[in-house]
């Protein structure tokens, strides 16, 4: 199946810092969705991009749909204590039956040093 | 009110017992499905149900079944449970357009 690339694994940054993560794909998606899961709870929705090119911000996160339709970012400003938790990228398919299918990377585990 | 719910949240049972879990969602959405995320964090499908349709159904053992009494519910039943079962099984919903699925509090499920 369909497999994303999401880096970093993971990061340790000090409280004010930015934060970027990415996704890269093989294969084309038409939605990139942004994730994060906190201990214990299920994953929420933070952004949601559906053309190429489109930049989205939410409060102090922004995302970008990359233009090859086969990447994505996510950037933090600004991190704050209550950025903790594991970030996941997720491609819906271009088209067909696997358009139902969410494909989700492994995760950037981020840790925020007060 | 929650968007997606399931239950229970926590269940422990025993190697070969029989066990469902539930979801249920009021968004009205047309698709639900369910994940499963192991130990390392990696969030996988299983099934897709679309109108109470199966769409997708991935790779996983026959023991699992998924049913979907209406639209907005859809159910997840597994027999003879097995220890490499154990993992939190996550519910979701989409809308037809796919413009964003939401996910429920998820079930840990342990098989002793």
């Known amino acids: 199946g369909q497999q994303l690339n999401q880096s970093p694994q993971s990061m340790f940054i000090q409280e004010g810092e930015d934060v970027s993560m990415n996704c890269t794909s093989s294969s084309i998606f038409n939605t990139w969705l942004w994730y994060k899961q906190e201990p214990g709870e299920g994953p929420v929705l933070l952004i949601a991009l559906y053309k190429a090119g489109e930049l989205t911000s939410n409060g102090r996160l922004t995302a970008q749909f990359g233009i090859t339709r086969k990447d994505s970012f996510l950037n933090i400003s600004a991190s704050i204590p209550s950025d903790v938790g594991i970030y996941f990228c997720?491609?819906?398919?271009?088209?067909?039956?696997?358009?139902?299918?969410?494909?989700f990377g492994k995760g950037t585990k981020l840790s925020v040093i007060p | 009110d929650t968007a997606v719910s399931q239950t229970p949240k926590y269940l422990v049972t025993q190697m070969g017992n029989d066990k469902s879990i539930k979801c249920e969602q009021n968004l009205g959405h047309d698709t639900m499905y369910w994940y499963k995320q192991d130990s390392k964090k990696f969030l996988k499908i299983m099934f897709s149900?679309?109108?109470?349709?199966?769409?997708i159904n991935e790779t996983v053992p026959n023991r699992f079944s998924p049913k979907s009494p209406d639209k907005a519910h859809l159910n997840l039943h597994i027999n003879s449970l097995e220890l490499g079962d154990s993992a939190v099984y996550f519910c979701?919903?989409?809308?037809?357009?796919?413009?964003?699925?939401?996910f429920g509090p998820g079930t840990r499920l342990t098989v002793l």
């Open positions: 149900y679309n109108n109470k349709e199966l769409i």
């Open positions: 997720a491609g819906r398919p271009y088209s067909g039956a696997g358009s139902y299918q969410l494909t």
């Open positions: 979701a919903s989409s809308p037809l357009s796919g413009s964003g699925w939401f």
